[in-house]
């Protein structure tokens, strides 16, 4: 009976969630469908009648879904209200940008910009309406899920869920060890959301199994192994059921489009923001007087060396001393006051599309390392290596979901999960995804200052590592505290 009235709320929660969605999608076509009736819709060549409209209108609806999910603007659970927002007007204004290129076909002219600009205007002001009321809708009818956090490696877990907002959906009754959990299962008994933070595998295979059967809701930070067993094949052997693990090898079907998506997006970039980068260059040769370009050894692909081209935004001389620092952002007195814009603006990394176009690198994948840098996350994480199944891209995984101060264990992670499932698909997800990050200040902030290996950042979250073992030792009676006090 518990099972099966659980099961009722969450169908209930899945229709409820679902047609707050569709309402949002309604209300940002609204303002569009205004102005393609008001305006594009008659000034097109051969003017449709009611179908031809309906699926105009229907078009903008789709791309709108598309590019809501791609920006997360639909997590009214996991998302703020200022993000909900955020990621709506992004997807609000491409689906708009989009649309307004049909327009200039179907019209086979350059309509005014002026219809669609008062669209996304109103745009703006249904997606902040519409985020705000479902944001309290959600919490009124869904009470705060009481909370577990299991933990072994990564301490800190329920700090997170306060630090990004999500205290109002979870709540951390009880922070504890792994150990202690097994001994005793029963204290997720209450539980109805558990985190398991880098849990091993045999402690947390039992206490999965366990939360199953009692309905209790699982979320699992996985380690590399995990992530590596997501893109196994599932196959049958000797009657059995198999899984097969490989390392990367895709199909030359994918490799001919991910080329072909490479050539034809780094070609139109270089187009289109050639005057950027001539202004970028003047900007940087008028400054100090120094080289506009900046080259550097990178590994791509197999650990092949190369050398990445970018927009300098250092001093000529930032490493004289021969220590490779990783960048402390706006704090690196190294840094002129010209690469400061460009790094902020992304500028700096266009000069690699033209390691696109010679094929060092890709548009999607992880992003290239040092040697010597790589060199210093292997002594401490063997595993970093891994990265290296694929090409480097310009944009990835990690950099969409990550920020630049992301532990280099944490961005494998994420860099093993695009390699785990490639797909041509993914990869215009990330690149439209990549959009966001240019907008997000926490995606330009540095490492600690004074850290000038990667092996400062590696010491803090290797797998299972002895410096972390020892910090978490000394924090844990504090974290299950702060859980009980939570």
């Not at 409820?16 to 393609?36: G, N, S």
Request: glycine share 6%; hydrophobic share 45%; net charge positive.
């Amino acid at each position: 009976m518990k099972h099966q009235k659980k099961g009722k709320n969450r169908l209930l929660y899945t229709v409820i969630l679902r047609t707050v969605k569709l309402l949002d999608v309604l209300l940002l076509t609204l303002p569009f469908a205004a102005v393609w009736y008001g305006y594009y819709g008659m000034r097109i060549v051969a003017p449709y009648r009611n179908q031809g409209n309906w699926v105009i209108l229907l078009l903008f609806a789709a791309l709108y879904i598309i590019n809501g999910r791609i920006y997360d603007a639909f997590l009214v659970s996991y998302q703020r209200v200022s993000d909900l927002i955020f990621s709506q007007t992004l997807a609000a204004f491409l689906s708009d940008f989009m649309l307004y290129l049909v327009c200039w076909v179907l019209s086979r002219r350059l309509p005014s910009v002026w219809p669609i600009l008062l669209a996304f205007a109103a745009q703006i002001l249904l997606a902040a309406l519409w985020a705000s009321g479902a944001h309290r809708l959600y919490f009124a009818l869904f009470p705060t899920r009481r909370t577990v956090v299991v933990w072994e490696v990564r301490a800190g877990l329920e700090r997170l869920i306060h630090q990004y907002g999500l205290s109002r959906k979870f709540q951390v009754n009880r922070v504890i060890d792994a150990a202690e959990c097994m001994a005793d299962l029963s204290v997720l008994e209450d539980a109805e959301t558990v985190f398991l933070a880098d849990v091993p595998s045999h402690p947390r295979n039992k206490i999965i199994k366990y939360c199953v059967e009692k309905d209790i809701s699982v979320f699992m930070i996985p380690r590399v192994g995990d992530v590596m067993m997501s893109g196994a094949h599932r196959m049958h052997m000797f009657h059995l059921p198999m899984l097969r693990l490989d390392r990367c090898d895709p199909t030359p079907e994918y490799l001919f489009f991910k080329r072909v998506f490479d050539l034809l997006v780094s070609g139109a970039a270089l187009l289109l923001l050639s005057p950027v980068m001539l202004i970028t260059a003047i900007c940087i040769r008028k400054s100090d007087g120094g080289p506009v370009f900046y080259r550097q050894c990178r590994m791509t692909k197999n650990g092949e060396e190369f050398q990445v081209l970018k927009f300098r935004s250092m001093k000529v001389d930032a490493e004289r001393d021969g220590i490779e620092r990783l960048s402390s952002g706006d704090k690196d007195d190294r840094v002129t006051p010209v690469g400061k814009v460009i790094r902020k603006l992304r500028i700096d990394e266009l000069p690699q599309l033209f390691n696109v176009l010679s094929g060092k690198m890709s548009i999607v994948g992880p992003r290239p390392e040092r040697p010597a840098i790589a060199r210093q996350y292997e002594k401490e994480l063997p595993e970093f290596r891994l990265r290296l199944q694929v090409k480097a891209g310009l944009t990835g995984y990690a950099q969409v979901y990550g920020k630049y101060n992301t532990t280099p264990y944490d961005k494998l992670l994420m860099d093993l999960l695009y390699i785990a499932r490639p797909g041509i698909l993914q990869d215009i997800a990330i690149l439209f995804a990549t959009v966001k990050v240019l907008f997000s200040p926490e995606s330009t902030e540095g490492v600690g200052e004074g850290q000038t290996t990667a092996a400062a950042a590696a010491e803090d979250i290797s797998d299972g590592g002895t410096a972390e073992k020892q910090k978490q030792e000394t924090e844990r009676e504090e974290l299950q505290k702060g859980g009980e006090k939570e």
